[in-house]
């Protein structure tokens, strides 16, 4: 049964066929359940959708339907993050999604006080889950408008995996992003930094001096992305994983 799985998988063109056949066959409780489970996957489902998980830095996330699926690259982003987070840091999960990133980061940076927020009531109550362990609040609203202003001036760290994809480039994603994941997630306007523009506007308020916004970007988006935390009063820096295909810019408040 895992050979005709695996071979429907791929001839629908999915690269990684036989770990996702083994992965379906575990995951479903009945064969009626599996033969169901192999057809939204044919059709282009994503495959934690159909799990309703991720694996992302080690650890297993709840993905809801719907809901941005972690994407490998931005474990960089996140391994960047806990270099520079201190043990009982505050830190701040903007556009988190799954809350994945910062899951992570409260693994492996102890006692950090964590926020998190997402403008999708979908994401923000798979974030909640993915985050209760952690002690982490998650907040639904745009971006930095439903922190608590206690917050002003006393945040450390901040990682904001924002929207980057160019509106005219939105039709070449793969049917899996462009169709089941939400459209919020994806799109960063015309080209691809509105929203980048908007946290690093907004960003110094929050921020300790010396306290760093971490950002994902594409390469061919690394000199806008420069400009626009230089213009907002940052120190940029670039940091880029060639195996991953990441890179990140740092803004660090004087």
């Known amino acids: 049964m895992s050979k005709i799985i695996e071979n429907k998988l791929r001839a629908a063109g999915c690269v990684f066929a036989e770990e996702e056949a083994q992965l379906l066959i575990s995951a479903a409780r009945t064969y009626a359940e599996l033969d169901d489970m192999v057809e939204q996957r044919i059709?282009?489902?994503p495959l934690e959708h159909i799990l309703g998980w991720a694996e992302f830095c080690?650890?297993?996330?709840?993905?809801?339907?719907?809901?941005?699926?972690?994407?490998?690259?931005?474990?960089?982003?996140?391994?960047?993050?806990?270099?520079l987070a201190r043990p009982g840091n505050t830190v701040v999960d903007l556009c988190c999604g799954s809350g994945a990133l910062g899951a992570v980061l409260a693994v492996h940076v102890e006692g950090i006080?964590?926020?998190?927020?997402?403008?999708?009531?979908?994401?923000?109550?798979?974030?909640?889950?993915n985050l209760a362990?952690?002690?982490?609040?998650?907040y639904e609203g745009?971006?930095?408008?439903?922190?608590?202003?206690?917050?002003?001036?006393?945040?450390?760290?901040?990682?904001?995996?924002?929207?980057y994809v160019r509106t005219d480039s939105i039709r070449l994603l793969p049917p899996e992003a462009r169709i089941y994941?939400?459209?919020?997630?994806?799109h960063g306007g015309e080209d691809g930094l509105d929203v980048m523009?908007?946290?690093?506007?907004?960003?110094?308020?929050?921020?300790?001096?010396?306290?760093h916004?971490?950002?994902?970007?594409?390469?061919?988006?690394?000199?806008?992305?420069?400009?626009?935390?230089?213009?907002?009063?940052?120190?940029?820096q670039v940091a880029t994983d060639q195996e991953l295909d990441a890179t990140i810019v740092i803004g660090t408040r004087p």
């Open 43 to 45: 059709a282009g489902l």
């Open 58 to 83: 080690g650890l297993r996330v709840a993905v809801d339907a719907g809901v941005f699926v972690p994407r490998q690259r931005s474990a960089f982003l996140v391994r960047q993050a806990i270099t």
């Open 113 to 129: 006080e964590l926020h998190a927020v997402d403008l999708d009531p979908v994401a923000v109550r798979c974030a909640q889950r």
């Open 133 to 138: 362990i952690t002690g982490g609040r998650v």
């Open 142 to 163: 745009d971006l930095f408008e439903p922190l608590p202003e206690t917050l002003l001036s006393r945040v450390d760290v901040l990682i904001a995996n924002v929207p």
């Open 181 to 186: 994941e939400a459209s919020v997630a994806l």
């Open 197 to 211: 523009r908007r946290v690093a506007g907004e960003a110094a308020r929050w921020l300790v001096p010396g306290g």
């Open 213 to 236: 916004v971490l950002v994902e970007t594409s390469e061919r988006q690394v000199p806008k992305t420069i400009e626009i935390f230089k213009s907002s009063g940052f120190i940029p």
